[in-house]
């Protein structure tokens, strides 16, 4: 700072000050309606389940929050280019700038009010405000149960190294190597392994639960429509981990009856040969894959 320089104050009610406010409200007004029509319905992770979509609206609603503060940002870091550049070329500092109370107050009240506003928000739907309730693969306990969790279809999700399986305890228990979920009805998924640590992530569907050897994570989900939807484990869980991967599907309720009925006579003399169906299972150690 030049020697002699005294601290200044941040100038109120400056003309370029309005016109930066006024610039930049017009253009979050813009930039909003544009994300949240043009842009949200885009945002992952789709509409194929109520979860998926309720995600969806929820990562709108915070990139809407969200870009007033980015539009902000770089309007003022253009006002500052424009307006606090020393003329001539000079090297040495600019004069201090004191702040302005006024600014600070609202800076502080804006914030905090988004913080506060997300955080009730984000517990209401938490406990149950939506249909969907709050299975999230928390453990065997949901904090609250969807509308539909008396007539919801139980399916049973196995991880281990490598693979995923499914097993269907109200069809005979058997165990399939791939998923199939009826649209228009809830699906209780009750996620363990036989081994490691995994992860289980349906993306479109908006569903991931870790499986835990030992433990039942249940999480819910209410498929919307047909259509297909891609899993991956989560966790990284050995040396093929990048490979336990595969499809499931969600069918009509007439597909899905005529599905699991094969399934059943196809599998049928393989399920004699599985224990009883458990939340959880201990396979012998010695069979693991290490």
Request: charged residues 10%; hydrophobic residues 45%.
């Amino acid at each position: 700072m030049a020697a002699g320089t005294a601290p200044t104050s941040l100038p109120n009610d400056h003309p370029p000050t309005r016109a930066l406010l006024v610039g930049w409200a017009a253009v979050s007004v813009v930039a909003v309606i544009g994300v949240v029509l043009l842009l949200g319905p885009h945002l992952p992770p789709g509409n194929l389940s109520t979860e998926a979509r309720d995600q969806r609206h929820i990562n709108t609603l915070l990139l809407a929050i969200a870009t007033p503060v980015l539009v902000g940002v770089w309007a003022y870091l253009i006002f500052a280019i424009r307006r606090f550049r020393q003329p001539g070329g000079a090297i040495t500092d600019g004069p201090p700038i004191m702040g302005d109370n006024r600014l600070q107050v609202a800076w502080v009240a804006t914030t905090s009010s988004i913080v506060i506003l997300l955080a009730a928000f984000g517990t209401i739907q938490l406990l149950g405000a939506s249909e969907a309730g709050a299975g999230g693969g928390q453990g065997p306990s949901p904090l609250a149960q969807p509308a539909h969790a008396a007539s919801a279809l139980r399916v049973q999700v196995i991880g281990q190294q490598w693979a995923w399986t499914f097993r269907y305890p109200g069809y005979g228990a058997v165990e399939t190597t791939q998923i199939a979920l009826p649209a228009g009805r809830t699906v209780e998924l009750h996620v363990t392994s036989l081994d490691v640590a995994h992860s289980f992530w349906a993306y479109q569907l908006g569903v991931k639960a870790d499986a835990i050897p030992g433990s039942d994570n249940v999480v819910y989900v209410r498929p919307r429509h047909p259509g297909t939807f891609d899993i991956r484990c989560a966790e990284l869980c050995g040396l093929w981990h990048g490979h336990m991967s595969t499809t499931g599907v969600v069918l009509t309720p007439a597909a899905f009856k005529s599905w699991i009925a094969r399934q059943v006579a196809a599998n049928r003399p393989a399920t004699k040969t599985l224990p009883p169906y458990r939340l959880h299972y201990f396979p012998d150690p010695t069979r693991r894959a290490g």
